[in-house]
């Protein structure tokens, strides 16, 4: 490619939706550094990315979904039920190496539960979703009830408090080796090409000879796996589990993926825009306890984000195409002339 071609190809970004985003992100850093000099601190940026570290390992399969023309709002009662159910059989004398395999099956099986109703049986993902985000937050909360189950063995524990590699933990890097994976899969491979047509149109995709189903299928029991494993990441860094182990995060979830450029309709999105969204967010977040705002004001705010992520693109979006309209209008009042 030429350095032309390159620059091009960098003015567009520029001009697009992440490139409004990386401004965003830059000012937000700028402010919060101006706030607080440790705020640019290794000690701090690791910080800033291990307290929300869970959702944004689930925010990469929920761009998947959502780009898929599909949504999964029980992942976060899928990360509650295996971290309790982990933390449930180690109170009776399993070892944690097996509640850790029982609690990724049960990810996975809840998954492929979610994917049955919806590929196969053809009901709608929202309300599926909907329905199973109750039962598993349900089936957590009886198998602790209010109770808090800790005091797990120090490795464990050590997993998700402490560095591995560097001045990184475990989570941290999960996360950026499926960042890494996921880039591949959905720019590089003719399976993302599948989730990209499917999104764009299902019945378009399934007389191209795209197996629909059997990408969903994938896709839902990737995001069962996938949240089983950010609740038993969670597990560790808290040293203790409740019933309500992550109630809520699928708000913090879907925002940053509709924040990152993806559109809710399906379809459309990239995870660099979803990575620019979660270091928004992120920054967001700390900037905003460094301000000393409360957590319900900061949810409020991040409530305030969601409804931006999808009103703003939508109405960028008739604009262009008002402006095309009129556009072709006048060309050919321009030929009579």
């Known amino acids: 490619m030429s350095s032309e071609g390159f620059l091009l190809r960098i003015w567009r970004r520029f001009k697009s939706w992440e490139g409004l985003l990386l401004v965003v992100l830059v000012v937000i850093i700028a402010t919060n550094a101006e706030r607080s000099p440790a705020y640019l601190s290794i000690g701090n940026q690791i910080n800033l990315f291990q307290l929300s570290i869970e959702k944004i390992i689930v925010a990469l399969i929920m761009a998947f979904l959502i780009i898929n023309a599909e949504i999964d709002l029980s992942v976060a009662s899928m990360m509650g039920l295996s971290a309790c159910l982990l933390a449930w059989m180690y109170e009776r004398g399993v070892p944690v190496p097996v509640g850790l395999l029982l609690g990724l099956l049960v990810g996975v099986l809840g998954g492929l539960f979610n994917g049955f109703w919806i590929a196969i049986v053809g009901l709608p993902s929202l309300v599926v979703t909907l329905a199973t985000l109750i039962m598993y937050r349900g089936l957590a909360r009886v198998l602790l009830e209010d109770r808090s189950i800790g005091h797990f063995p120090e490795w464990f524990d050590a997993l998700g408090q402490q560095s591995l590699v560097g001045p990184l933990p475990l989570a941290m890097i999960v996360f950026f080796l499926l960042l890494a994976l996921a880039i591949v899969i959905l720019q590089y491979s003719a399976f993302g090409r599948y989730v990209f047509v499917i999104g764009n149109s299902s019945d378009v995709a399934r007389y191209s000879g ?42 913090d979830v879907i925002t940053m993926v509709l924040l990152g450029g993806v559109s809710i309709f399906g379809g ?14 992120l920054n967001l977040r700390n900037g905003m306890s460094l301000a000393n705002i409360t957590g319900h004001v900061q ?14 693109p939508n109405l960028a979006n008739q604009v262009r195409d008002t402006l095309n309209r009129r556009r072709q209008a006048g060309r050919p009042q321009e030929a009579d002339a």
């Open 268 to 281: 459309s999105g990239s995870l660099f825009g979803v990575f620019l969204s979660i270091l928004i967010v």
């Open 210 to 251: 795209v197996k629909v189903r059997r990408v969903k299928m994938i896709l839902f029991t990737a995001a069962g796996a996938i949240a089983a494993i950010a609740g038993l990441l969670f597990a560790a860094r808290l040293g203790a589990v409740r019933g309500d182990l992550a109630n809520g995060f699928e708000l």
């Open 299 to 312: 949810t409020g705010v991040i409530g305030v984000l969601l409804i931006l992520s999808v009103l703003v």
